[in-house]
């Protein structure tokens, strides 16, 4: 059993920033390859960064590369993704993703190679 929830949503300027924040919960959390993926409305989930169990390994969606940064922090059990440049394209409920798994530099990008979901974190972004 592994739980995620996210925070650090809200409303944002274009051209501003937001860290999001996905805390842990479970075993070998350390281990575990982590995602994000958004949800705009009336789109469906999309792929947005992706990181590998030791946090050696990364990848980004087509249309937050170069804007976003995925990291991760073991010890406090926490996923980051810094959110930077901002647009109201952005506007999204995001959710991180966790997949048990001892991969190691592995990482994944499709959304149904994760099995743990957090609830969501709502980033508005105003033009």
């Known amino acids: 059993q592994v739980q995620l929830v996210e925070s650090g949503g809200g409303l944002v300027q274009a051209g501003g920033s937001l860290r999001l924040s996905c805390a842990a919960s479970g075993r070998s959390f350390g281990s575990f390859p982590m995602g994000w993926f958004r949800r705009a409305p009336g789109k469906e989930r999309a792929f947005v960064a992706a990181i590998s169990g030791s946090g050696g390994s990364t990848a980004y969606g087509d249309s937050v590369k170069g804007r976003f940064t995925i990291s991760r922090d073991n010890a406090k059990n926490t996923v980051y993704l810094q959110t930077n440049s901002l647009t109201p394209e952005d506007t999204a409920v995001y959710y991180c993703?966790?997949?048990?798994?001892?991969?190691?530099?592995?990482?994944?990008?499709?959304?149904?190679?994760?099995?743990?979901w957090g609830q969501g974190t709502q980033v508005y972004v105003s033009s």
């Open positions: 993703a966790a997949k048990p798994s001892y991969s190691g530099n592995s990482y994944y990008t499709r959304a149904y190679e994760y099995t743990y």
